[in-house]
């Protein structure tokens, strides 16, 4: 099983990027998939998660209304499409997939998901 991203790099604030997390290896159709994020010094934290089947997304307080997270089940793909960025975004961005039940809540708990991409970098100047 495999997660690559793409899509990282350098922008100004108020800019736009597209990230994506090509996914090879397995069938992620009864998977949720998640993107999280580590900005310098900091955790890593949940950023959104879109569930494979449904399409029914989550994201976390600050980047709603700004991101958004999609799928294209063709391309065994998931896009994190980030608008209006700010400084505070600036982080190495992962792909994970998990077998998570989402009708027990946001699936934001790194724990649940057992595979992750390597990441991108994410840096928005100000």
């Known amino acids: 099983v495999q997660l690559v991203e793409s899509g990282g790099g350098l922008v100004q604030t108020g800019g736009s990027l597209r990230l994506s997390c090509a996914a090879s290896g397995r069938t992620f159709r009864s998977y949720v998939m998640g993107w999280f994020r580590q900005a310098p010094g900091k955790e890593r934290e949940f950023v959104a998660a879109?569930?494979?089947?449904?399409?029914?997304?989550y994201y976390v307080d600050s980047v709603k209304g700004r991101f958004t997270v999609s799928r294209d089940s063709a391309k065994n793909a998931v896009y994190l499409q980030m608008n209006s960025l700010k400084p505070e975004d600036t982080a190495v961005y992962y792909c994970?997939?998990?077998?998570?039940?989402?009708?027990?809540?946001?699936?934001?708990?790194?724990?649940?998901?057992?595979?992750w991409g390597r990441g991108t970098q994410v840096t928005v100047s100000s």
């Open positions: 879109i569930s494979w089947n449904s399409g029914q997304s």
């Open positions: 994970a997939a998990g077998r998570i039940d989402t009708r027990v809540g946001v699936p934001g708990i790194q724990s649940e998901y057992g595979y």
